[in-house]
């Protein structure tokens, strides 16, 4: 019987602290407990490179980038990413459990915001690099909450009704400025 799998993701930037988290003895072994026999880590451009092939009872494998990593999503048991929003999406719209790992090295670091609000929502668990290995020791995939995308016609069909008008010369732009009941009368 094949055991489970963990595709790792640093999206298109580098984020070694993440690959070497990933692959410490002690993630490794915490990953097996918990059943996963297979970890497929894309690297970026990273300059640690990860070992490759069984350790600790687990498969590794590594690539650095590709054109498209849904297969690797679509594949995966499990979702080990760096906090940036376009990975973190792409793991919760193919309906993956998922740990947001956040890169605290980074100024003015978005990643936290991200993660700590679709973990608050119940979407995903977070965690730092450092805290990696603890997380998954403690994984438990039955508190979370499916992950339901977001209308977007709807917001395309309210952007319609607003911009439209303008566009037709019958509302001016300055009114979508105004605070509801104002007005633009001259004095």
């Given at each position: 019987?094949?055991?489970l ?7 298109t ?11 410490d ?7 097996q407990?918990k059943g996963?026999?297979?970890?497929t880590?894309q ?14 009872g ?10 498209s990593?849904?297969e ?5 048991d499990l979702?080990?990413?760096?906090a940036?929003?376009?990975s973190c999406l792409?793991?919760?719209q ?9 890169n605290?090295t ?12 679709l ?5 995903c668990?977070?965690?730092?690099p450092?805290?990696?290995?603890e ?6 995939l039955?508190q979370?909450k499916?992950?339901s995308p977001?209308q977007?016609?709807?917001l395309a ?5 607003v ?20 007005s633009?009368?001259?004095r």
């Amino acid at each position: 019987m094949a055991g489970l799998s963990v595709f790792v993701t640093v999206g298109t930037t580098h984020f070694d602290a993440l690959i070497q988290a990933v692959v410490d003895e002690g993630t490794l072994e915490a990953l097996q407990h918990k059943g996963y026999s297979k970890v497929t880590l894309q690297i970026g451009h990273g300059k640690f490179t990860p070992p490759e092939g069984q350790h600790q009872g687990v498969a590794l494998s590594h690539f650095r980038l590709k054109p498209s990593v849904a297969e690797d999503f679509a594949a995966a048991d499990l979702v080990v990413s760096h906090a940036g929003a376009g990975s973190c999406l792409e793991a919760l719209q193919a309906g993956k459990p998922l740990v947001a790992v956040v890169n605290n090295t980074l100024m003015n670091n978005h990643q936290i915001e991200l993660a700590e609000e679709l973990a608050n929502n119940g979407y995903c668990f977070f965690c730092y690099p450092e805290t990696l290995q603890e997380t998954i020791a403690k994984l438990d995939l039955s508190q979370l909450k499916l992950y339901s995308p977001g209308q977007p016609r709807l917001l395309a069909e309210y952007l319609d009704s607003v911009i439209k008008p303008v566009c037709m010369g019958r509302v001016s732009p300055m009114t979508l400025l105004l605070p509801s009941g104002a007005s633009l009368q001259r004095r």
